[in-house]
């Protein structure tokens, strides 16, 4: 497995000019949050024009499917048609791991998480990354034991968002 070159990923996506929205364990990292990751997670736009540039990103990072009996992974079709069929696929890329995930647990996709997300600037790279009260929600819905351990940390996160936000400006 290559280790996680994440700036490299974005600017795949970037170059290929994919919509989409950080999610995931570096999603709450972006927030603050000092819980390892050791992938990327996304959730893309499954309008026409966006898989297509998807596809091409994913072929350019030589991305295949991750499975436990095979860790550099299953070639598969990488075209918009085959991804549009998705709601979820695990990949390994020459830039390490990348979660494709496009109705991630508890929420109906990109055009749900869009609206709130947050654009940060990580390497002179605008990213777009879940909005704090959306990677809790979802990660509730999942309800996995990692996300689960992770909850506690992510809503004394959220309070302390909303506490600065009331506090008055001096």
Known sequence: MPALQADEIFACLGRHKVSYVVIGGLAAVLHGSPLPTLDVDICPSR???N????AAALREMDARIRTPDSPEGLRFACDA??????RLVNLVTRF????VAFEPS???GFSDLEPRAVVMTIKEMELRVAALGDLIRSKEAASRPKDQRSLPL???LLEEVEKRRREPCS
Do not use: I, K, N
Not at 51 to 54: A, F, K, P, Q, R
Not at 81 to 86: K, T, V
């Open 106 to 108: 508890g929420t109906t």
């Open 96 to 99: 390490g791991d990348l979660d």
């Open 81 to 86: 048609q085959f991804l549009g069929s998705l």
């Open 51 to 54: 898989l297509e540039g998807l």
């Open 47 to 49: 309008e026409p024009g």
């Open 154 to 156: 992510l809503r004394l």
